[in-house]
C-alpha cells in the first residue's frame, strides 16, 4: 500500500483538530486525525476534554484544564505551519474562551467550527450555560459553521427546523452571527440528505444519498475535518465543502458493524478492503 505522505521535499499541509478525545475511537480527535490521513494532510492535536465513550455512549467526561489546552496551543502553533484547524467538542465557557483568544492569537483563520453539543447517543457534550458563549465568542472566527439541524436549532434559541425551506432559513440565520460560510447539514430531514451551503448572498444544495445504516458515529465530526483538510490544501471553501460531502458519502457507505450500538464509519475506505466485524 503506498504511503498517504510522500517522502522527499514535498512536505503535505498541516491541518489542526481542537477536540475531545474519543476513547472508542469513531468521533473526536481520533477521527479527524483518520481523515486528516486519508484525505493526505499531516494532523495536529490540541485536546480540550477526555471522553469515555463508546458506540453505546459516553459514560463520562474529564475536562482538559484551560492553561493546559493554551499550552497545547503554542507548542503546535509555533512549531508547525498549520494551514487549516477545526474545532469540535469545547465543553464549556471556560474552554471555548481560551480556545477563542489562542484562535486569534495565532491567526488560524482557515477555520471550521462544528458546534459540538450532543452525542449521538443523546448524551450532553456541552454545558447549557456555553451555548452563548460558542455564538458569541467563536461563530465570528469561523470561515465555516457545520451545524446539523439540532445543532442549528439549539445556536438559534430553539426555533423548530423540518425541512429544506426551515435550513435555508437558518443558514441565513447563522450567518448573521458572524461565521463566513454556513453548512447547515439536513442529514434524515431530506429524501436526498441534501445540506445546505450559505457565502452569504447564494444558497447552494449539495444532495447526497441516503444510506440505511445504524453505524453512523462520527459523521460530523470527519465532515468537518474533511473540510478542513480540503481548506488546507489549498481548496476553495465549496470545493472543499463537495470533496468533504463525497468522501463522508463514502465512508457512510463502507461504515464499520463495530460494537454494540452505532458503529464508526470507515475512514479508511478509500485506501483499505471494507473491514467487516
Same mark, same amino acid.
Given at each position: ?117 450532543? @452525542? ?6 456541552? #454545558?447549557? =450555560?456555553?451555548?452563548? /458563549? $460558542?455564538?458569541?465568542?467563536?461563530? %465570528? *472566527? ?90 488546507a490544501r489549498g481548496q476553495p471553501v465549496r470545493e472543499a465543502v463537495? @470533496? ?6 463514502? #465512508?457512510? =457507505?463502507?461504515?464499520? /458493524? $463495530?460494537?454494540?450500538?452505532?458503529? %464508526? *464509519? ?12
Open positions: 500500500m503506498a504511503l498517504p505522505f510522500p517522502s522527499g521535499a514535498h512536505l503535505p499541509p498541516v491541518a489542526l483538530t481542537i477536540a475531545g478525545s474519543d476513547s472508542g475511537g469513531g468521533a473526536g480527535i481520533q477521527a479527524d486525525l483518520k481523515t486528516f490521513c486519508a484525505l493526505g494532510v499531516y494532523g495536529a492535536s490540541v485536546l480540550t476534554a477526555l471522553t469515555a465513550q463508546n458506540t453505546v455512549g459516553v459514560q463520562g467526561v474529564h475536562t482538559v484544564p484551560p492553561e493546559f489546552i493554551a499550552q497545547q496551543f503554542d507548542s503546535v502553533c509555533t512549531d508547525l505551519p498549520v494551514a487549516a484547524a477545526k474545532v469540535g467538542m469545547l465543553a464549556t465557557s471556560e474552554v471555548i474562551g481560551v480556545v477563542a483568544r489562542k484562535i486569534r492569537q495565532h491567526r488560524l483563520e482557515r477555520l471550521v467550527v462544528d458546534p459540538v453539543m450532543v @452525542a449521538k447517543s443523546g448524551d450532553r457534550l456541552l #454545558a447549557p =450555560e456555553a451555548r452563548e /458563549a $460558542l455564538v458569541r465568542q467563536l461563530l %465570528p *472566527l469561523a470561515e465555516v459553521l457545520t451545524p446539523n439541524a439540532e445543532e442549528a436549532r439549539d445556536l438559534l434559541g430553539g426555533k423548530s427546523i423540518q425541512g429544506l425551506d426551515d435550513m435555508k432559513e437558518a443558514a441565513r440565520a447563522l450567518h448573521r452571527l458572524g461565521p463566513r460560510h454556513v453548512l447547515v447539514k439536513g442529514g434524515h430531514l431530506t429524501r436526498g440528505a441534501a445540506d445546505i451551503l450559505f457565502d452569504g448572498e447564494e444558497i447552494t444544495v449539495l444532495e447526497g444519498r441516503r444510506v440505511d445504516t445504524p453505524h453512523t458515529h462520527g459523521t460530523g465530526c470527519t465532515l468537518s475535518s474533511a473540510i478542513a483538510a480540503g481548506l463537495r @470533496a468533504a460531502k463525497e468522501y463522508i458519502q463514502g #465512508a457512510i =457507505e463502507n461504515a464499520l /458493524a $463495530l460494537g454494540k450500538g452505532r458503529g %464508526p *464509519l470507515n475512514h479508511m475506505y478509500r485506501s483499505c478492503q471494507k473491514v467487516t466485524a
